[in-house]
């Protein structure tokens, strides 16, 4: 596989992993605020989402994958709010451990992480294209 | 000893633009991959020297190029930023300007082929 | 490297005083051996511009070279030898006309 083609093929796994993150962005802003529905129940558990680099047997290229989807761990915030479903004895409902100023800054990064995948397709493209031309006769 | 034909250090070129092009690429698709280090492949005065080398190893006369004879090296580059706590080594700044860097190289080398075959075309017309 | 066809030019017959040639320079000899002058002088300035031509490519793509310089360098040496071709092929077929002349 020419190198051209390689770096296509590249920058499309880029765009695969940068997608899944956003996937997993917008599932945590969905559920910011969903709680339990039985007394003291856990709520929604922020997802996040790690890369690893795989080594394309065929093209030699580095390609990226997504590794694994895990479960943030850190701690539920509580609230009082006594007339809710999942509130505990002491009227405290969990909150989900996502932080909203976070994920949006989280979907910047990962725009602007597709947008230059997409300018590495576009170029590799635009340079296939080129040599193609110059066959062409003008 | 260098490639003495202008269409054999064109393709020579294409061929290392290419694989420049392809260590970019690597790098933009893992720059949020944790322990990733930043590769570029090596300058393209060391690949003349390194082909001038392996030529006269050779046999006499044989004086084409081709992609299995000497593989261009990419290799992870030196970081000087500051160091990220995933031991991520990519500047996406960098790359963008490297692949720049790549189009306008590229440009000019099909833009030099495609002037110099015309003249032969020309040339060879009845 | 691709010089010869070019060259060809300099072996042009003495076509008499007949042919006319606006860059010819006025000299006091003979019309036909200024004009060959001429050609010979059109053709080793053509070869002069595609070898630096193709001296300046090479340095471009080693990337030593301003990318201005080359273009201006190619165009140069592309107009200089569109001239010298079209000069040949009309010396080829006036030379075939003047052959086909009946004696």
Redesign the interface.
Known sequence: MDALTTSLKIAASGLGAQSERLRIVSENLANAQSTGNFPGADPYQRKTVSFVSELDRISGGSLVEVGAIDRDRSAFPLEFQPGNIAADENGYVKLPNVNVLIEMADMTEANRSYEANLQVIRQARDLISMTIDLMRTP | MEPV??FD??TR???W???R??A???N???????G?LA?DVEP??KV?ERTAVSLTATQEGHLGFSASEAGFRTRAQEFDGAPMPSKNTVV?ET??MK?GE??R????????????????L????G | MMIGPVGALRLTPSLGTETANASAPQQASAAGTSFADALAQAASRTVGKLESAETLSMEALKGNADTRQVVDAVMNAQQTLQAAVAIRDKIVSAYLEVSRMSI
């Open positions: 034909n202008l250090l064109a070129q294409s061929q633009l290419g694989v092009q392809t970019i690429a690597g933009v698709a893992n720059a949020n991959t944790p990733y590769h393209f005065e003349l996406m790359e963008l692949a790549v189009r190289a590229f440009e000019l080398n099909t833009a030099i082929v495609k002037a110099f075959h015309g003249m032969l020309a040339v060879s017309k």
